[in-house]
């Protein structure tokens, strides 16, 4: 199964005119990707403090479809694929009473923490994608067969 993460707009996402404002959807989608680490295991703590490797985003991308206000309650989907020994790509689908409201991409690399050059994939990341895809792809071989039946 895709990773899923359910997340209630707040008032502090929201700009002046009521509806999430663009930065924040970053924001949210990271949330969800934290999440994604730690069910798969990895400790949030280790990560994020003083890690000796980290993956910075490189490239990040949304696309909106419809507004998200304060209230809605959002479910994130992550779908996560290796790019090569040292990156990897998540990409986000936010909906909104089963429609889709925006769409995400972010691309991380590896990078040593101290002398902030590429690195391979440490093996417990490798594993929390292969993990992720292989959800994801049987998660899209049931769905075939249920439009089959």
Known sequence: MVFTYNRTV????????????????????????EASLGVSGINLKEFFTNPSVAFPVVQANVDFFRPMFCGDNLVVS??????????FEI????????????????????????????????????????TNRRDAEGAERRKLREEIM
């Open 78 to 87: 992550l779908l996560l694929q290796k790019l090569g020994v040292c990156k």
């Open 10 to 33: 707040h008032f502090q996402d929201t700009d002046a005119a009521g509806v999430v404002y663009f930065a924040n959807v970053l924001s949210i989608c990271h949330e969800a990707y």
């Open 91 to 130: 990409a986000y689908e936010i909906t909104v009473d089963e429609f889709v409201v925006a769409k995400a991409i972010t691309r991380h690399v590896c990078i040593d923490a101290g002398t902030r050059t590429k690195q391979e994939l440490p093996d417990d990341i490798s594993q929390w994608l292969e």
